[in-house]
C-alpha cells in the first residue's frame, strides 16, 4: 500500500502450533512489542476459538492458516476489511489462484464457495489489528463437520503448503500493495449486478447490487431507488 503502508516489511512472526485465536494472542505479543518497529505478525495452523464479524465465531478446517497483524490506520477505518481482502485476492492472482470478493468481508472461489474472511478491529488511535483466516484444504472430516453452516464452504486445495512461510509471504505483500480502489474490488466482486439482500438489525434491504463506492458503501438499485448501505451481512438472492 503506497503511503501509510509503504514501509518494507521487517517483521517479528510468532509462528504458533495452535492457540484460541491469533486476535487475541497478538494483543497479548503486542502489550510487550517494541513500538520503535511496529510490524508484529501472529499466525497459527489451528485456531480453537476463532472470531469472526458481530462476534460470530469462524469455523476452520484442519488444515487453514489464520494470522493478525497490525497495520496504520485509515482515515476511513471501514475501508480496511475491504482493502485487505482485495489485497488477499490480488496476492493469490500471482500465485494463478483466481478467488472473488463478498461484500463487506469474505474471500469466495470462482464457484460462490467461502474460503476465507477478514475480520478488522481497532487496536488504538494509531493502529489497526487485522485478522485473517483461509481455509487451505479439506478432508472428508472436515466435510462432516461444517456441512451445518448456513453457507456453502470450500478450500484452497493448497494440502502441502508452509503455513509460516505463506504468512510472512502473504504479511510482506499487503503492507507494500497499492492504494484501495473500489474499481479494481468491483471487478473481484462476485455478486456484481447480482440479487442480494442485506441485513443490518431490523432493517432488510432487497435489491441488485451495482458495486461500491469509493468510501465502501454497497450501492443497491431497488424497485423504485438507489440506496448507499454502509454495514450489514450480505446474502445473495439471485
Known amino acids: 500500500m503506497t503511503g501509510a503502508f509503504s514501509t518494507k516489511a521487517k517483521m517479528k512472526h510468532h509462528f504458533l502450533e495452535t492457540c484460541q485465536s491469533t486476535q487475541s494472542s497478538f494483543k497479548d505479543f503486542w502489550a510487550q512489542h517494541d513500538m520503535s518497529d511496529p510490524h508484529l505478525l501472529v499466525s497459527t495452523q489451528k485456531q480453537t476459538a476463532g472470531q469472526g464479524r458481530r462476534g460470530n465465531s469462524w469455523h476452520s478446517a484442519a488444515q487453514s492458516l489464520a494470522m493478525s497483524f497490525s497495520i496504520k490506520a485509515q482515515e476511513l477505518i471501514s475501508l480496511t476489511p475491504l482493502h485487505m481482502a482485495l489485497a488477499l485476492c490480488e496476492y493469490f492472482k500471482t500465485q494463478n489462484i483466481s478467488l472473488s470478493l463478498k461484500w463487506p468481508n469474505d474471500i469466495l472461489n470462482q464457484q460462490g464457495e467461502k474460503i476465507g474472511g477478514i475480520l478488522c478491529q481497532v487496536l488504538d488511535q494509531n493502529f489497526v489489528l487485522v485478522g485473517i483466516g483461509l481455509n487451505l484444504y479439506f478432508d472428508q472430516s472436515d466435510f462432516c463437520a ?65 458495486g461500491i463506492d469509493k468510501l465502501g458503501a454497497a450501492i443497491i438499485q431497488t424497485h423504485d431507488s438507489t440506496i448507499k448501505v454502509y454495514t450489514g451481512s450480505l446474502r445473495i438472492t439471485g
Open 146 to 210: 461444517l456441512k451445518e453452516l448456513s453457507y456453502p464452504i470450500s478450500h484452497l486445495n493448497l494440502k502441502t503448503a508452509d503455513k509460516k512461510e505463506m504468512a510472512e509471504s502473504l504479511y510482506d505483500y499487503i503492507i507494500q500493495c497499492e492504494d484501495f480502489s473500489a474499481d479494481k474490488w468491483n471487478k473481484h466482486c462476485f455478486h456484481l449486478n447480482k440479487n442480494v439482500e442485506i441485513i443490518d438489525g431490523d432493517q432488510r434491504i432487497k435489491g441488485l447490487f451495482n
